[in-house]
């Protein structure tokens, strides 16, 4: 990494954090072979005499857990048959019923692809079996498979069908995949839920106008609503983790991008390879839970065609380069008193564009 490029990177985030963007920052660069910059900066809030961000600060990732997570449970599944990539859905749910939904497989909620809304109309109910009917009952948006748009719902639903086939609860699936991934290191453990003991590394989140839980800060509970009425985790959000813990597991996707057939599923890179290349579906950047490369997307202009990475509401980031082998990690608690989504948009271009081949 070079010091001209470092250095440009560090003011950038100092000024988003002057300027209100965010309070606090964790970043991390590195390649396949290991970490190659990090960077930690700002408070855990506003507050004047608010503890210092760290190295072992836990953020809400938000929806770095549907690629992170979800996706790897569900290609764990498909690559040991339990859930191939083409089962229909409407052969795991009974709820999921209709000629307009009969075409909708697995690979499709990977693809955002279901035909799925966004979000739902009205507030989340506060158990899975009626939420689980409520996505399965509304209308579809457009018929599947002809066009992408971002669902959480085709994720929270994906989620589902791994706890159907996959012989337990998603949280205890992705525990028992991501664990071993931490080699005993408590900050490279990804995780489904946050300890009494661990609250005071990690930074807060403020709930949305619509959330009923306004008012008040949360500090290791999920900021996504819909999350929160699932009992904390479902397959959308609900991860938390810290930047060095993000790092890790991209640098072993990493590997897996650029060949490196050593880890076993679904870190291989066979399932890599599957797993990033760009959708068929018209007009889509979508990947199997990846988004990939726009000039116009997070991960900026001046990363290559191979990239592929996510973002989080809450200001999260994780981009991989396999051509460049690089990955980028940007965590952050903008929704904390913090700016705008397109706030966080323009530092996430520029923080990429500055490090790209840096």
């Avoid at 019923?97 to 009969?102: E, K, L, Q, S």
């Avoid at 799925?116 to 498979?145: G, Q, V, W």
């Avoid at 085709?154 to 664990?179: H, K, P, T, W, Y």
């Avoid at 900050?187 to 306004?214: F, I, K, M, Q």
């Amino acid at each position: 990494m070079s010091e001209r490029a470092t250095e440009t990177a560090e003011q950038l985030l100092a000024n988003a954090v002057e300027h209100g963007v965010f309070p606090a920052a964790v970043a991390e660069v590195g390649s396949s072979d290991g970490v190659r910059w990090r960077y930690v900066l700002g408070a855990l809030t506003f507050d004047p005499d608010a503890p210092p961000a760290r190295l072992d600060t836990l953020f809400d990732l938000a929806s770095l857990t549907k690629p992170i997570a979800t996706t790897t449970v569900a290609l764990t599944l498909d690559g040991q048959g339990a859930l191939p990539l083409g089962t229909h859905v409407a052969d795991v749910l009974r709820d999921w019923t209709g000629i307009d939904r009969a075409p909708v497989t697995i690979r499709h909620l990977l693809e955002h692809a279901s035909g799925l809304s966004a979000r739902l109309l009205d507030k989340p109910p506060n158990d899975r079996l009626t939420f689980m009917h409520e996505i399965c009952a509304m209308p579809l948006e457009y018929e599947p498979a002809s066009r992408a748009i971002y669902s959480d719902l085709g994720f929270i639903l994906l989620g589902f069908c791994c706890e159907e086939r996959g012989g337990g609860s998603l949280v205890n699936q992705v525990q028992a995949l991501l664990d071993p991934l931490s080699d005993g290191e408590v900050e490279h453990r990804l995780l489904t839920s946050v300890d009494a003991g661990d609250r005071g590394r990690t930074a807060p989140t403020t709930p949305l106008a619509e959330d009923e839980r306004r008012g008040r800060m949360l500090v290791g509970e999920v900021h996504d609503n819909y999350a929160a009425a699932l009992g904390g985790f479902a397959g959308h959000a609900g991860l938390f983790g810290t930047a060095p813990a993000v790092g890790r597991f991209a640098r072993l996707l990493l590997r897996a991008a650029r060949g490196v057939d050593e880890a076993p599923l679904p870190f291989s890179a066979t399932t890599m390879t599957r797993a990033i290349t760009k959708s068929s579906v018209p007009n889509s950047s979508r990947a199997l839970g990846w988004d990939t490369m726009l000039p116009t997307s997070s991960c900026g202009s001046r990363l290559s065609h191979a990239a592929f990475g996510h973002v989080g509401f809450t200001g999260t980031s994780l981009w991989i380069d396999p051509h460049l082998d690089r990955y980028f990690v940007l965590l952050t608690n903008r929704v904390c008193g913090g700016g705008t989504s397109d706030d966080m948009q323009q530092v996430r271009r520029a923080f990429h564009d500055t490090l790209a081949g840096a």
